[in-house]
């Protein structure tokens, strides 16, 4: 065999060559040729043209090679089928009895176990046109490259290529599903545990009467004594067996009925067991710690007590033992997770921080002070607050107002209260030990958030993000008709042009309650109302703005428990925008609709751009624009500002005027001025409602024939690190109210 032909088939015997590949047809059938034809002028392999054809065979490779992943975990069963097929009068049994059957004999045969099901997703598929367009404009470029003697030699036609990616389209679909129903299925069984353990008005602790708590004075001291006399070690152990013993029986007993014939033969106690045993195995991340809270007074000394069960001065003994805790506090043997929910009293105010926060806390704390706060604040962390940093929020939480700002005087007007700055009751609230490691990464920043409103100790909850700037007396939110009604108050986002794919949206409208939640939990179904808000109507991944709402712990709980649980889908928090979605998604998808939403979305506010002076920078447009790095909240009136975002300063991140110089609205200010402008207080002189962000037109020229008019009502820019928004109230340049709203400028006085 000639030198060239043994060279020719060494690059078959690439160790790296797949024999399947379009590459290895194409080399194999074009060596054949050479050698049957003697072509000696055709291809040859040292060529760039060659060289060419290799790494385009490569790229064509993994375009109808792509991989999808497989599904590792095994698959579980959906209550309903089991129900349905062995139970069908289940939603006529007293609700003692459903408990009892789907505790011994449904759940176990569901072959369930919790998993955080963070799978890749694949969501270009559910923009078909645009997922196949892509693909086929690289096709033909590919074919560009070879003649019809080597297409045919690879077996690739037109016809074959959009087969290939079609199957590639519906193997990506079809695992998608499958996740889809195995997050379904986690859902369905928190509806369970949560309609037999959670229910507010109607679940099995409902119907038992709760052991009566003993007093502090009643607590026996001879007991403590007794207890404190034992070695800790071993008591620690002597506890911990008991309690795994105890839970050793509950799950034996998951295999077979308890057999009661009436409510009677249930006991609160019985009630716990099941309560803790379920909760183990749908919520594993929690580790049944408490959280560890801490006062600091008037001296800096660290207090610890605890507000979860029954009071005990000898709580301190071995702090981070649950099962210590469990026989010292709380003597009736409660269920962990519902002592979460019935053990809460009063309201508060809720903050998550870490020590990165503390200068933007301090500013909110020095403000509650302003707004003349007596609610109690618990700030909630990861044990990442220094004791030091502790001390510094505890000294402006409580010494004297002896010197104020020049800018509290303009804010006094805004605000409209004789500030009497009262000291600030500070929690400190360390949730490091209540969720297990193996989760934490799920819960890191935002989903801090959801942990704090588990955690609390107040029933009525006021949550606040550390740069949020309320504009009234939290009080006041209390005492709307929103809040009174419904025990909730949630705030809209910006209506801006950031949207999912229909296919994505059917996902999270598949995971509402639907007829068999009806007929068997006696959940509600979501409304007209419900199914056409922004979000499902217009599949807008923005809805909800959390720097500031309000809900009732106790009354809606199992939907807090449920916005935890969408942290591990990633098809959900992948899907979304940080936590806030989940906070009423997650009641939703209990079936609670009982939630009210402010009337107004989010609006800029600030200070109108002067037309006439930014002319020759801006150009002249018809719109009125806004730029502000603050998104703004209206009370009901459609005109009064409750709160905003973003902290006081006009640009929250005042360090990027450097590189903001560089634009053309900050043409005529040097780098000094920019720089002060970005460390000022915000001026609130006028709101504006711009159009939605479903409505978008084209470029339309302004008038000085150079501009253009802005193409939707929020524009995000990248300036102030991407903080500042503009809005407008006109867009394309059509003053007249049409098919595309005009929005609306307010002035605030």
């Known amino acids: 065999m000639p030198q060239c032909h043994r060279h020719n088939y060494e690059y078959l015997d690439d160790p790296l060559m797949n024999e399947d590949s379009l590459k290895y047809k194409f080399l194999k059938n074009y060596i054949t040729l050479k050698q049957k034809k003697n072509r000696k002028n055709d291809l040859d392999f040292y060529s760039i043209e060659f060289y060419q054809k290799i790494k385009v065979l490569d790229i064509l490779d993994n375009i109808i090679n792509e991989s999808v992943y497989t599904i590792k975990f095994n698959n579980s069963i959906n209550p309903y089928d089991l129900i349905s097929k062995n139970y069908n009068n289940f939603n006529e049994l007293p609700i003692f009895e459903q408990a009892n059957l789907y505790y011994s004999s449904i759940f176990p045969k569901t072959n369930f176990k919790f998993k955080a099901i963070n799978n890749q997703i694949y969501k270009d598929v559910y923009n ?18 070879f003649n019809n003697d080597e297409l045919n030699a690879i077996e690739i036609n037109d016809d074959v290529f959009n087969n290939l990616i079609k199957n590639i389209s519906s193997s990506k679909i079809e695992y998608n599903n499958i996740i889809a129903n195995e997050i379904n299925n986690s859902i369905v069984q928190l509806r ?82 099941m309560c803790n045993s379920i909760s183990n195995k749908i919520l594993p991340f929690l580790t049944n710690y408490y959280p560890q809270f801490t006062n600091l007074n008037s001296k ?68 509650l002070r302003a707004l003349n706060n007596d609610l109690p604040i618990e700030i909630v962390h990861n044990g990442d607050i220094s004791t030091s940093k502790m001390k510094i929020l505890n000294q402006i939480a409580k010494e004297p107002v002896m010197k104020l700002p020049k800018s509290y005087f303009k804010f006094k007007k805004t605000i409209k209260i004789d500030s009497k700055f009262p000291k600030q009751n500070l929690i400190f609230v360390n949730i490091s030990k209540c969720i297990d490691f193996k989760y934490k990464q799920f819960f890191n ?74 007929k068997y939990l ?15 109507k217009e599949n807008s991944r923005h809805f909800m703005e959390s720097g500031l709402f309000l809900i009732n712990k106790q009354k809606h709980f199992k939907g807090i428990l ?25 009641q939703q998808y209990m079936g609670n609709s009982n939630y009210r939403f402010s009337n107004t979305p989010a609006v800029a506010i600030g200070e109108i751009t002067p037309k006439d002076e930014d002319n020759d920078v801006l150009g002249k447009k018809i719109a009125t624009e806004l730029c502000s790095t603050h998104p703004g909240h209206l009370d009901d009136d459609k005109e009064t500002p409750l709160w905003f975002n973003s902290g006081f300063l006009n640009c929250k991140k005042p360090e990027s005027y450097y590189k903001d110089i560089n634009y053309a609205r900050n043409k005529k200010l040097s780098l000094t001025e920019l720089r002060k402008k970005y460390l000022s207080p915000l001026s609130i002189k006028q709101s504006l409602i711009p159009p939605p962000g479903e409505y978008e037109v084209k ?25 500042l928004w503009c809005a407008y109230d006109i867009i394309g340049g059509n003053k007249k109210e049409g098919e595309v709203p005009i929005g609306k400028v307010k002035r605030q006085n």
Request: contains cysteine; glycine residues 4%.
């Open 699 to 723: 470029y339309v020229r302004s008038n000085d024939g150079i501009s253009y008019e802005p193409n939707r009502g929020w524009i995000m820019t990248s300036e102030c690190s991407n903080y």
């Open 300 to 367: 800096n000394e660290k207090i610890e007590y605890f507000p979860y069960g029954y009071y005990h001065k000898k709580q301190s003994f071995l702090p981070n033992s649950p099962f210590i805790k469990n026989k010292l506090i709380d003597k009736s043997n409660s269920c962990f997770i519902k002592s979460l929910q019935s053990d809460v009293k009063s309201r508060g105010i809720v903050i998550t921080a870490n020590d990165d926060l503390i200068p933007e806390l301090s500013g909110l704390i020095a403000l």
């Open 562 to 586: 449920s916005s935890l649980e969408l942290q591990f889908f990633k098809l959900i928090s992948g899907s979304v925008h940080g936590e806030k979605e989940f906070i009423w998604l997650g």
């Open 128 to 145: 078909l046109n645009k997922y196949l367009d892509l693909r086929l404009s690289k096709w033909e470029k590919i074919k560009s490259v």
């Open 445 to 518: 920043g935002w989903g801090m958030k959801l942990l704090s409103l588990l955690f609390t100790s107040f029933e009525e909850v006021i949550m606040l993000d550390t740069d949020t700037i309320p504009l009234k007396n939290l009080n006041y939110f209390f005492e709307t008709i929103n809040y009174k009604e419904t025990g909730t108050y949630f705030f809209k986002d910006r209506e801006a042009n950031s949207f999912l794919y229909d296919g994505i949206m059917n996902f999270f409208k598949s995971f509402m309650t639907n007829e068999m939640d009806s």
């Open 192 to 273: 369970f545990f949560a309609k037999f353990f959670l229910d507010y008005d109607n679940s099995l602790y409902s119907k038992v009467i709760k052991p009566e708590q003993p007093s502090i004075d009643e607590l026996n001291d001879d007991d403590e004594n007794n207890l404190s006399s034992l070695n800790e070690l071993d008591e620690l152990k002597r506890i911990e067996n008991d309690y795994k013993l105890k839970d050793d029986d509950n799950n034996s007993s998951s295999s077979s009925s308890l057999s009661y014939t009436s409510i009677d033969e249930i006991s609160y106690e019985n009630i716990n067991l």
């Open 522 to 536: 006696n959940l509600d179904l979501p409304n007209e109302k419900i199914l056409s808000n922004r979000f499902f």
